[in-house]
């Protein structure tokens, strides 16, 4: 991968390097929400190798992730962008931004990353997520207003797609009626939570916790048929209890507004803001259309 040079900064944006491990995974912390994991030395491996797929719906990701750092004059990380790309639908997502909100460090790596997926006709970026390690799932628009700002002026259009909550837990276990059966959940790793009626499972919620006591509620569903009968409010009661049983000091999840009625949003909202969540930031998500003489652009995902 070639080199391009950072006339602003004088620095130089370059493929990550195995030494640049310590300062990336800096850069990604100081961007790190309440409740959201830290980036560890695994996680960044495993993000490298490919062993943490990016959750695009319907797509599998490619093994040619590209991450690169941008380099101070003493060669340190100042800035860091990972990108992905589809040849066969020219399709590319930018997966990851982080620069300590330096303007100038910001449209530096957009300009690469957009040179580097020049032959891509529709390019996403924070694609919506659960939270983990290496984001929270989409951009924190009002904690992070430079990279905003840097998308917006790079031709990135953005909306927003979810909001990120959290709480903290006590050290002691909640109290809590168990209603669910909880078994292992291999993806994402965590716990399953599971109210049957009979047979039937008529609500699920699946829960996680990090080795540094970050907990995560990745999601939270009651059948549409047993709803308005308090089965949502009994399942997070016990996933709540069952994380601070397990070490959890706090937890976060993220409220997908976008895609859901507004009566169910606000029923939701209603139920979190009742166990003490509150709203952290709004997460959003953008896309960036190349000029129509380079051919159709890709139609967005619904």
């Not at 397990?246 to 979190?272: K, Y």
């Amino acid at each position: 991968m070639a080199l391009s040079r950072n006339p602003e900064r004088a620095s130089t944006v370059r493929p990550y390097c195995p030494q640049d491990e310590p300062g990336v995974r800096e850069l990604i912390n100081a961007d790190r929400l309440p409740g959201q994991p830290h980036c560890t030395s695994e996680k960044l491996a495993a993000a490298r190798h490919g062993a943490v797929p990016f959750p695009v719906a319907g797509w599998t990701v490619p093994a040619w992730l590209r991450i690169s750092v941008l380099a101070d004059i003493e060669d340190r990380p100042c800035g860091t962008i990972a990108y992905l790309s589809w040849s066969d639908v020219r399709t590319g997502l930018i997966c990851w931004l982080h620069a300590y909100e330096d303007p100038s460090v910001l449209r530096a790596l957009i300009g690469h990353a957009l040179a580097a997926l020049a032959d891509c006709t529709w390019i996403e970026a924070f694609s919506s997520a659960p939270p983990g390690p290496l984001g929270p799932g989409g951009l924190p628009c009002t904690r992070r207003g430079a990279t905003h700002d840097a998308l917006v002026q790079r031709g990135f259009t953005g909306r927003c797609q979810s909001c990120y909550l959290h709480r903290g837990l006590p050290a002691e276990p909640l109290p809590a009626t168990l209603v669910a059966d909880v078994v292992p959940c291999d993806y994402p790793p965590g716990r399953r939570l599971i109210i049957r009626e009979g047979a039937e499972p008529v609500a699920e919620a699946v829960v996680s916790v990090e080795p540094d006591h970050t907990a995560t509620v990745y999601w939270i569903e009651t059948l549409p048929t047993r709803r308005c009968r308090g089965l949502g409010r009994k399942l997070l009661s016990q996933a709540l209890a069952l994380l601070a049983k397990q070490g959890a000091t706090e937890v976060a999840l993220v409220l997908d507004d976008a895609q859901q009625p507004a009566s169910e949003c606000q029923a939701a909202t209603r139920l979190f803001r009742s166990f003490g969540f509150t709203l952290v930031d709004q997460l959003w998500t953008y896309e960036h259309h190349a000029p129509r003489s380079r051919g159709p652009a890709r139609e967005p995902r619904a």
